[in-house]
C-alpha cells in the first residue's frame, strides 16, 4: 500500500519487482498518508504500508503501527526528507520496519548521491549488506540478489564535509524557513505541522489557490532565474504506465497547487525578499 503523494523513485522499485502499489489518499494538511484511509484497501495480497514523512513532516506513526500489527503488516517508511528529525524526543527513524534516507545532493544531509536502510529487524540487515553489493557474502558464495549500490570513496568524503557542518547549516535553514514563514503568513497556505515532530528544514512548500495562480508564480520567478519546484507533481495516481487502483482526490487537487520555494543556507536576504516580492505580487 503506498502514498499517492510520494516521489515516483519509490514507485519503481516496486514495478521493478512486480509489485502492484495500491495508493491510498493524503491529508489534505499535513500532506501525509491519511491513516483513515488505511484499512478500507487493505486486502489479503497487501504486504505492507509506505508511508512518506513528506517534507520531513512525521506521520501518525502510532495510528499507522498500530493498524500494521492489527493486519499483520510491515511497515517502510519513506524517509528520504527526514534526516535528523526527532519524533517525541526520539528519532523519527525509530519507527517502522525499515525507514529509508536519500543523500541525494538536494537533501539537507548529502553524499552527493546514495542513501541508506534503518532496520529494525536484525535478520534482514544481512540480507541488506548482501542487496547493495550484487549478493556476494565473499569469494565463494552469492546467497541473495543484489545490485551495485555501495557507496563511493569520493561520496563517503562528501558525508564527511557535510556531517561536519551539519548544525550550522540546520540553523542558518532555520533563518531562511521563518522569515519566508512569517512573509507569507495569511498569503499562502503551509503545510500542518506534527506537533510532536521537530523540524528539519528541509523545504519550504506553500499551497496556492488554484494551479492557474502557481503558473503565474512560477513564470514570473523563472522570468527572474529564479526556479521553485513543483513538488511533489504528478499525483503518482496518474501516471499512464502504473495500473489504476485508487483515484485520490485529495492528492491530486494538492499535487496541482504546491510548490516548494527556494530553500537553503546560502540564500541571501536580499535573493530572498526579492522571490517573496515577486511572489506577492502575483497573488
Not at 30 to 58: Q, S
Request: charge should be negative.
Amino acid at each position: 500500500m503506498n502514498d499517492s503523494s510520494k516521489f515516483i523513485a519509490s514507485n519503481i522499485i516496486l514495478l521493478v519487482f512486480l509489485l502492484n502499489p495500491i495508493f491510498t489518499d493524503i491529508d489534505s494538511q499535513t500532506l501525509n498518508m491519511d491513516p483513515r484511509n488505511i484499512e478500507n484497501i487493505i486486502t489479503p495480497n497487501t504486504g505492507a504500508i509506505v508511508p512518506v514523512h513528506v517534507f520531513a513532516n512525521a506521520c501518525e506513526v502510532e495510528k499507522i503501527d498500530t493498524l500494521a500489527k492489527k493486519n499483520n503488516l510491515k511497515v517502510v517508511y519513506d524517509a528520504a526528507h527526514a534526516f535528523g528529525v526527532q519524533y517525541k524526543g526520539e528519532s523519527l527513524l525509530n519507527y517502522g520496519d525499515i525507514s529509508t534516507l536519500s543523500f541525494h545532493a538536494t537533501k539537507i544531509f548529502h553524499s552527493i548521491e546514495g542513501g541508506a536502510l534503518i532496520i529494525n529487524d536484525d535478520s534482514l540487515v544481512e540480507k541488506a549488506r548482501y542487496l547493495i553489493n550484487f549478493g556476494i557474502k565473499n569469494t565463494e558464495e552469492i546467497p541473495e540478489l543484489g545490485t551495485n549500490a555501495k557507496m563511493n570513496e569520493f561520496e563517503a568524503a562528501m558525508g564527511l564535509c557535510v556531517l561536519d557542518d551539519i548544525q550550522d547549516l540546520q540553523e542558518r535553514r532555520k533563518v531562511v524557513y521563518e522569515f519566508y514563514q512569517k512573509e507569507l503568513e495569511g498569503i499562502v497556505n503551509f503545510q500542518k505541522h506534527n506537533e510532536d515532530s521537530l523540524q528539519n528544514y528541509s523545504y519550504f512548500p506553500i499551497i496556492l489557490e488554484s494551479e492557474d495562480q502557481l503558473k503565474k508564480i512560477e513564470k514570473a520567478l523563472n522570468l527572474k532565474d529564479i526556479y521553485p519546484r513543483r513538488y511533489f507533481y504528478p499525483s503518482l495516481d496518474t501516471l499512464s504506465y502504473i495500473k489504476p487502483n485508487q483515484f485520490c482526490k485529495i492528492s491530486r487537487d494538492i499535487a496541482s497547487r504546491i510548490l516548494c520555494l527556494p530553500m537553503y543556507a546560502e540564500l541571501d536576504i536580499a535573493d530572498q525578499k526579492d522571490i517573496i516580492k515577486i511572489l506577492k505580487t502575483c497573488i
